[in-house]
């Protein structure tokens, strides 16, 4: 099965942001869980929201620092989508999705910052 994603960068990040918070409503209502999910919520939405500020950039300098957290949030989301993963174990699947996602849009932020700098 192929999987058709957004060419458009910012549409990408906000369904990456979509996908998890959608995806979080099937976890078990435990502690960990609930903040766990909060802390995804928050990184996986900050990828885009800075994504986005970067495009309105005041110079190549506010420019590659708006990139970088959203490459660094990238890398957060990840984190906390395999950290619930283990948790988790009966979603493995989908949460191994995420993840990939999260990785796919640090290493293309990384690509636009090295062409940048």
Same mark, same amino acid.
């Given at each position: ?6 060419? %458009? ?7 990456? !942001?979509?996908?998890?918070?959608? &995806?979080? $409503? ?6 960990? %869980? ?8 928050? /990184? ?9 500020? !970067? %495009?309105? *950039? =005041?110079?190549?300098?506010? &420019?590659?620092?708006?990139? $970088?957290?959203?490459?660094?949030? !990238? ?8 950290? =619930? *993963? ?11 999705? =995420? ?10 932020? /990384?690509?636009?910052?090295? $062409?940048?700098?």
């Amino acid at each position: 099965m192929v999987v058709e994603r957004a060419y %458009n960068l910012e549409e990408r990040t906000f369904e990456f !942001a979509r996908d998890c918070r959608l &995806f979080l $409503k099937h976890l078990k209502n435990t502690i960990s %869980n609930n903040e766990d999910s909060k802390q995804l919520v928050k /990184s996986s939405g900050s990828i885009g929201a800075n994504y986005i500020e !970067a %495009n309105e *950039k =005041l110079g190549q300098k506010d &420019f590659l620092f708006r990139l $970088k957290i959203a490459r660094k949030e !990238a890398k957060e989301s990840r984190y906390w989508l395999r950290l =619930l *993963k283990t948790t988790n174990e009966e979603h493995s699947l989908e949460f191994e999705k =995420l993840i990939v996602e999260a990785e796919e849009l640090r290493r293309i932020l /990384s690509v636009i910052i090295n $062409k940048v700098q």
